[in-house]
């Protein structure tokens, strides 16, 4: 081969090549980003709006429909949800995966600001992106039981811009300190004595606090800016807000009402290890490394800390840098026994030969960690997984070079002939395997969905390394071998080779002669090998994505519907007094109100509910035997609580979803829906194997009806408008303009009817409402307020109304199984005519990942077959080569089986992977054969030579893999155990079988060979 020929007769331009993309690997591995998982931006959003005291069915008529007929109309939107509770909405729109994310989030701002003109006067509505970057990656608290919110608040306002002013920071928030705000508390009597409507008030407050540039003016060769009014900067400019002039007498604000610094009513409430505390959180910038950024943030944080007033403690809890240096650690342990076991398996080479193999792993490692920095990739757990696995593949090449190098030697070649002609002879089946190998993570790369997107790197890395392992297996190998190998080992090799030599002729040649002459039962107890191994299969069951196993978890409260901020805020404390009282729990941050901050790149935050609370618990550690135990027992503990559901989940990896176990009702009454609902929810709590359901209807709401008379309203002059805003400003207050403090943020002027303490229905009782002149007259006089049934909650899919019933998996169940036990059950569930049950949950999401994975493997499979017959240019030498393939599936099968794993979707990227790899050895042994009958040899002849001469690397190669992958299996990741397993039981069935079945398949399907010229 002329590369090689190059390569060996110009060392000095070969050494100095590669010296450079040693360079190149090291700088790259110094400046590549790092983090925990793959930055991705789904093209997911979900829209919240808050619109305080609206019900469901006003939210959905007035607000949901609109938002989701709006945004229908945009181009590949691939479904719709929305979540619909009293005072709060949550649409989420998902487009289809392969579109931009940055592109799809510029239209859906459009759109809705498009339509916020005809949209009711929201508190909120906002617009979150679906991104991992999204992720905080510390999590602190400033705790204090003792000094006023205010001093807590203006202390986290501090730190939230310090944090966001470090380099590579993304954003910084505070969380859990109620809203600071000018309280203004009118005086219904004193405005009825002067005879001023509320609305005349309410512009006069609303006019004051605009802020309107002049614009410039010039003069002779100046600019000046004009500034006239610009808002309210002072308390005493908000008292002094005038709302009637004229007649000589002024009447301001401060004359009809109470104007102070007050805060809004407590909706979220926060504490560290059972102590008040405002939380502050940051994330990280895109590019950036984790660990760097992290180290500058605590940095300040040490800073901030020594300036912090007595009374006052900075807690740091959460630090995903933290899980990323463990997670990457560990892999590098395994790294390390990896390349230990590699050098183990290659010592029948010989010592020379076996550092000459070794070389080639940092130097493709090296070039690897060069592609991946270039073409935008990050060095997270799935490139550091992909490195792992190739680190058993990109050796085979170079051992197949090596190995062929030292026969020539001892046959007698000088050292630059056995390194070229050797070298030569073996190339094109090196080439064709290695392409093999490559074509079958190449349609990972292009998997489709979140789940393709999420693992693309591991692909990629496998591929990077590869490829450049072959580059180096045909350059610097065949140099290193013409400069290092000697001729001190003799015909025979070392005592190494001589000893697996014997095993060969021992073992194997009987076998193979055995099997050559008896070749249809030979393939028949194959073919029944495989049949009864894929029989296996619903044995193995099937999953998703496993656990995230890292050493926190959260604890999700519910209490009843309708229930108050504090009825849920003493079941977060129930929790906390437990947790508290267990061993290995390093830290618990408690949210009452909203869900803790989001820290998982999956899990979405709940949020503006005062019957939700989240507990965010760190431990000391995961143990992978222990903690699963521990988590079972806290459940337990748990699960007594009466007045509220306490939940207690792990996180896991792969897409978002409801539950594991989910099934969404769809149809058009709310009544019906709410019907099949509770049969639903009684079905999943029957099944054997559930935990956790939740039927997010179960219980109706109770709310109060403000019932107006509308001829009395019109007898006494009293506008409608007049009397829905003043039932507000009684009961929630109206935002009517905004302070700015200084260079600090806005804070809203809030008016509302002067009462004490949290509003009550009692306030009602004290409403007035203002006639056009001036009067006022009871609310009881116009309106008749009553309790009524409300509907808790409305689900929408799709724009059609729907309940999804959901339910976790007790540990030691196999989500699949139970899943399926409760969709055999579903046919005693009657179903009136218009509406469905649809199974969703980790079903439907395996559907579409697994959907994507069935086209990646028909791609690689025909790719494959593609090179093979572009290589031997016959049918029947590629499908000798591909009857390995249902060998090493089987034993993939057999793998999950034994160490109790299941079908998940890591496992099936590695029988994806384990194609490519086992057809990598089978070329070998039929390239051989073809060659020794090209030259003459006859054709029994040539199988059990080309057996015995290709056992060696073939086994080599196959132990060297298994030794990379060895420590990740016996790891017990839920994420790439699996798929370990299954390229080692694959590797091993194969190696063993096929050496035995691919000569009989040879026998039995000889091709035609060109006699060599």
Same mark, same amino acid.
């Given at each position: 081969?002329?590369?090689?020929?190059?390569?060996?007769?110009?060392?000095?331009?070969?050494?100095?090549?590669?010296?450079?993309?040693?360079?190149?690997?090291?700088?790259?591995?110094?400046?590549?980003?790092?983090?925990?998982?793959?930055?991705?931006?789904?093209?997911?959003?979900?829209?919240?709006?808050?619109?305080?005291?609206?019900?469901?069915?006003?939210?959905?008529?007035?607000?949901?429909?609109?938002?989701?007929?709006?945004?229908?109309?945009?181009?590949?939107?691939?479904?719709?949800?929305?979540?619909?509770?009293?005072?709060?909405?949550?649409?989420?729109?998902?487009?289809?995966?392969?579109?931009?994310?940055?592109?799809?989030?510029?239209?859906?701002?459009?759109?809705?600001?498009?339509?916020?003109?005809?949209?009711?006067?929201?508190?909120?509505?906002?617009?979150?992106?679906?991104?991992?970057?999204?992720?905080?990656?510390?999590?602190?608290?400033?705790?204090?039981?003792?000094?006023?919110?205010?001093?807590?608040?203006?202390?986290?306002?501090?730190?939230?811009?310090?944090?966001?002013?470090?380099?590579?920071?993304?954003?910084?928030?505070?969380?859990?300190?109620?809203?600071?705000?000018?309280?203004?508390?009118?005086?219904?009597?004193?405005?009825?004595?002067?005879?001023?409507?509320?609305?005349?008030?309410?512009?006069?407050?609303?006019?004051?606090?605009?802020?309107?540039?002049?614009?410039?003016?010039?003069?002779?060769?100046?600019?000046?800016?004009?500034?006239?009014?610009?808002?309210?900067?002072?308390?005493?400019?908000?008292?002094?807000?005038?709302?009637?002039?004229?007649?000589?007498?002024?009447?301001?604000?401060?004359?009809?009402?109470?104007?102070?610094?007050?805060?809004?009513?407590?909706?979220?409430?926060?504490?560290?290890?059972?102590?008040?505390?405002?939380?502050?959180?940051?994330?990280?910038?895109?590019?950036?490394?984790?660990?760097?950024?992290?180290?500058?943030?605590?940095?300040?944080?040490?800073?901030?800390?020594?300036?912090?007033?007595?009374?006052?403690?900075?807690?740091?809890?959460?630090?995903?840098?933290?899980?990323?240096?463990?997670?990457?650690?560990?892999?590098?342990?395994?790294?390390?026994?990896?390349?230990?076991?590699?050098?183990?398996?290659?010592?029948?080479?010989?010592?020379?030969?076996?550092?000459?193999?070794?070389?080639?792993?940092?130097?493709?490692?090296?070039?690897?960690?060069?592609?991946?920095?270039?073409?935008?990739?990050?060095?997270?757990?799935?490139?550091?997984?992909?490195?792992?696995?190739?680190?058993?593949?990109?050796?085979?090449?170079?051992?197949?070079?090596?190995?062929?190098?030292?026969?020539?030697?001892?046959?007698?070649?000088?050292?630059?002939?056995?390194?070229?002609?050797?070298?030569?002879?073996?190339?094109?089946?090196?080439?064709?395997?290695?392409?093999?190998?490559?074509?079958?993570?190449?349609?990972?790369?292009?998997?489709?969905?979140?789940?393709?997107?999420?693992?693309?790197?591991?692909?990629?890395?496998?591929?990077?390394?590869?490829?450049?392992?072959?580059?180096?297996?045909?350059?610097?190998?065949?140099?290193?071998?013409?400069?290092?190998?000697?001729?001190?080992?003799?015909?025979?090799?070392?005592?190494?080779?001589?000893?697996?030599?014997?095993?060969?002729?021992?073992?194997?040649?009987?076998?193979?002669?055995?099997?050559?002459?008896?070749?249809?039962?030979?393939?028949?107890?194959?073919?029944?090998?495989?049949?009864?191994?894929?029989?296996?299969?619903?044995?193995?069951?099937?999953?998703?994505?496993?656990?995230?196993?890292?050493?926190?978890?959260?604890?999700?409260?519910?209490?009843? #519907? /309708? $229930? &108050?901020?504090?009825?849920?805020?003493?079941? *977060?404390?129930?929790? @906390? %007094?437990? =947790?508290?009282? +267990?061993? !290995?729990?390093?830290?618990?941050?408690?949210?009452?109100?909203?869900?803790?901050?989001?820290?998982?790149?999956?899990?979405?935050?709940?949020?503006?509910?005062?019957?939700?609370?989240?507990?965010?618990?760190?431990?000391?550690?995961?143990?992978?035997?222990?903690?699963?135990?521990?988590?079972?027992?806290?459940?337990?503990?748990?699960?007594?609580?009466?007045?509220?559901?306490?939940?207690?989940?792990?996180?896991?990896?792969?897409?978002?979803?409801?539950?594991?176990?989910?099934?969404?009702? #769809? /149809? $058009? &009454?709310?009544?019906?829906?709410?019907?099949? *609902?509770?049969?639903? @929810? %009684?079905? =999943?709590?029957? +099944?054997? !194997?559930?935990?956790?359901?939740?039927?997010?209807?179960?219980?109706?709401?109770?709310?109060?009806?403000?019932?107006?008379?509308?001829?009395?309203?019109?007898?006494?002059?009293?506008?409608?408008?007049?009397?829905?805003?003043?039932?507000?400003?009684?009961?929630?207050?109206?935002?009517?303009?905004?302070?700015?403090?200084?260079?600090?943020?806005?804070?809203?002027?809030?008016?509302?009817?002067?009462?004490?303490?949290?509003?009550?229905?009692?306030?009602?009782?004290?409403?007035?409402?203002?006639?056009?002149?001036?009067?006022?007259?009871?609310?009881?006089?116009?309106?008749?307020?009553?309790?009524?049934?409300?509907?808790?909650?409305?689900?929408?899919?799709?724009?059609?109304?729907?309940?999804?019933?959901?339910?976790?998996?007790?540990?030691?169940?196999?989500?699949?199984?139970?899943?399926?036990?409760?969709?055999?059950?579903?046919?005693?569930?009657?179903?009136?005519?218009?509406?469905?049950?649809?199974?969703?949950?980790?079903?439907?999401?395996?559907?579409?990942?697994?959907?994507?994975?069935?086209?990646?493997?028909?791609?690689?499979?025909?790719?494959?077959?593609?090179?093979?017959?572009?290589?031997?240019?016959?049918?029947?030498?590629?499908?000798?080569?591909?009857?390995?393939?249902?060998?090493?599936?089987?034993?993939?099968?057999?793998?999950?089986?034994?160490?109790?794993?299941?079908?998940?979707?890591?496992?099936?990227?590695?029988?994806?992977?384990?194609?490519?790899?086992?057809?990598?050895?089978?070329?070998?042994?039929?390239?051989?054969?073809?060659?020794?009958?090209?030259?003459?040899?006859?054709?029994?002849?040539?199988?059990?030579?080309?057996?015995?001469?290709?056992?060696?690397?073939?086994?080599?190669?196959?132990?060297?893999?298994?030794?990379?992958?060895?420590?990740?299996?016996?790891?017990?990741?839920?994420?790439?155990?699996?798929?370990?397993?299954?390229?080692?039981?694959?590797?091993?069935?194969?190696?063993?079988?096929?050496?035995?079945?691919?000569?009989?398949?040879?026998?039995?399907?000889?091709?035609?060979?060109?006699?060599?010229?």
């Amino acid at each position: 081969m002329k590369l090689t020929q190059f390569a060996v007769k110009h060392w000095q331009f070969t050494v100095v090549l590669f010296t450079m993309l040693a360079a190149l690997g090291l700088t790259s591995l110094a400046t590549i980003p790092r983090g925990e998982d793959p930055p991705i931006d789904f093209p997911t959003f979900t829209v919240v709006a808050v619109f305080p005291g609206a019900n469901a069915g006003d939210l959905e008529r007035l607000v949901v429909k609109q938002i989701e007929d709006t945004l229908h109309r945009l181009d590949d939107v691939k479904n719709i949800n929305s979540r619909i509770r009293a005072g709060v909405a949550r649409i989420e729109i998902e487009f289809e995966p392969n579109q931009d994310a940055d592109k799809k989030y510029d239209d859906v701002v459009r759109e809705l600001n498009a339509l916020r003109s005809v949209l009711p006067d929201l508190v909120r509505l906002q617009i979150y992106k679906a991104s991992t970057l999204d992720v905080n990656i510390v999590q602190v608290a400033l705790v204090s039981d003792l000094v006023p919110y205010r001093l807590l608040d203006s202390l986290a306002e501090q730190l939230e811009d310090r944090l966001s002013a470090q380099p590579g920071v993304r954003t910084a928030e505070r969380w859990g300190a109620p809203e600071r705000q000018v309280g203004v508390a009118l005086d219904l009597g004193r405005l009825a004595e002067l005879g001023l409507p509320l609305g005349q008030v309410l512009g006069a407050i609303g006019g004051e606090s605009v802020d309107v540039p002049g614009g410039d003016a010039e003069a002779g060769l100046k600019s000046f800016s004009v500034r006239s009014s610009g808002g309210y900067e002072t308390l005493e400019q908000v008292r002094g807000t005038v709302v009637r002039g004229g007649s000589g007498r002024l009447v301001r604000l401060g004359d009809v009402a109470q104007v102070e610094w007050s805060y809004g009513d407590s909706t979220y409430r926060a504490r560290f290890n059972g102590h008040r505390a405002v939380l502050v959180t940051a994330t990280q910038r895109s590019g950036t490394t984790v660990q760097t950024v992290r180290n500058r943030v605590y940095a300040e944080l040490e800073r901030f800390e020594r300036e912090l007033p007595r009374g006052v403690t900075l807690a740091r809890g959460f630090d995903q840098a933290a899980n990323v240096s463990h997670r990457l650690a560990r892999l590098g342990e395994d790294f390390l026994i990896a390349l230990g076991l590699v050098l183990l398996t290659l010592l029948p080479l010989g010592p020379r030969a076996a550092a000459v193999v070794m070389i080639s792993i940092p130097l493709s490692l090296a070039m690897a960690v060069t592609g991946l920095a270039w073409t935008g990739f990050t060095l997270n757990q799935l490139t550091i997984v992909g490195m792992v696995i190739a680190l058993g593949l990109l050796v085979d090449d170079s051992i197949v070079v090596v190995e062929n190098i030292t026969r020539f030697r001892r046959e007698g070649y000088s050292r630059v002939d056995a390194a070229i002609r050797a070298t030569g002879q073996i190339w094109v089946a090196v080439l064709g395997a290695t392409a093999t190998l490559v074509f079958a993570f190449v349609p990972l790369v292009f998997l489709p969905g979140g789940p393709g997107r999420y693992i693309r790197s591991l692909p990629v890395a496998v591929i990077s390394t590869v490829l450049a392992s072959l580059i180096v297996s045909l350059t610097i190998i065949p140099w290193l071998s013409s400069l290092l190998l000697g001729k001190d080992e003799g015909p025979g090799g070392n005592r190494f080779l001589r000893a697996f030599e014997r095993a060969i002729h021992g073992t194997y040649a009987p076998l193979l002669d055995w099997a050559l002459r008896r070749p249809a039962r030979t393939l028949a107890l194959g073919a029944a090998f495989v049949v009864a191994s894929l029989a296996l299969v619903p044995v193995v069951g099937f999953s998703l994505f496993p656990k995230a196993e890292t050493p926190q978890f959260r604890v999700d409260i519910t209490a009843p #519907e /309708g $229930a &108050s901020i504090a009825v849920t805020d003493s079941a *977060a404390r129930f929790a @906390e %007094r437990v =947790l508290g009282r +267990t061993a !290995g729990v390093k830290a618990i941050y408690t949210s009452v109100g909203h869900d803790n901050p989001r820290v998982y790149y999956n899990v979405a935050s709940r949020t503006d509910d005062a019957r939700i609370g989240q507990l965010f618990v760190l431990l000391h550690r995961y143990e992978p035997g222990r903690t699963p135990r521990l988590l079972d027992s806290l459940r337990a503990e748990l699960a007594g609580y009466p007045g509220a559901e306490i939940a207690l989940r792990e996180f896991e990896n792969g897409p978002p979803i409801d539950a594991p176990i989910a099934l969404r009702i #769809e /149809g $058009a &009454s709310l009544d019906t829906l709410h019907d099949i *609902a509770a049969r639903v @929810e %009684r079905l =999943l709590k029957t +099944t054997p !194997g559930t935990q956790y359901v939740t039927n997010p209807v179960r219980v109706a709401r109770t709310d109060l009806r403000v019932a107006i008379d509308r001829a009395k309203a019109g007898l006494l002059g009293i506008p409608m408008l007049e009397i829905d805003r003043t039932v507000r400003l009684g009961i929630a207050g109206l935002e009517a303009g905004s302070l700015r403090e200084g260079e600090g943020d806005a804070r809203p002027v809030v008016v509302r009817l002067a009462r004490a303490g949290r509003a009550s229905p009692a306030d009602l009782e004290r409403v007035y409402v203002s006639s056009t002149t001036g009067r006022l007259a009871p609310l009881a006089q116009v309106a008749e307020v009553r309790f009524e049934r409300a509907v808790a909650e409305i689900q929408r899919h799709n724009r059609t109304r729907s309940v999804t019933v959901t339910a976790n998996v007790q540990t030691g169940y196999n989500t699949d199984r139970v899943t399926r036990q409760a969709l055999g059950r579903l046919g005693s569930v009657a179903v009136p005519l218009g509406y469905r049950i649809v199974p969703a949950g980790e079903i439907e999401s395996r559907q579409e990942s697994f959907g994507g994975i069935g086209g990646a493997i028909i791609v690689a499979t025909f790719a494959i077959l593609a090179i093979l017959v572009l290589e031997f240019r016959t049918f029947r030498s590629t499908l000798i080569v591909a009857s390995v393939i249902p060998l090493g599936v089987a034993g993939g099968v057999l793998a999950l089986l034994l160490v109790g794993q299941t079908l998940s979707f890591a496992a099936t990227i590695g029988f994806v992977a384990l194609i490519g790899i086992e057809i990598k050895t089978s070329i070998l042994l039929v390239d051989l054969t073809n060659r020794l009958r090209a030259e003459g040899m006859d054709l029994e002849a040539a199988i059990r030579k080309a057996g015995e001469v290709r056992f060696l690397p073939i086994v080599l190669t196959s132990l060297t893999a298994i030794g990379g992958l060895l420590p990740i299996a016996l790891q017990g990741s839920g994420l790439y155990s699996p798929l370990a397993w299954v390229i080692i039981g694959g590797l091993v069935s194969s190696t063993l079988l096929a050496r035995i079945v691919t000569p009989v398949m040879y026998k039995l399907l000889a091709p035609l060979v060109e006699a060599a010229a």
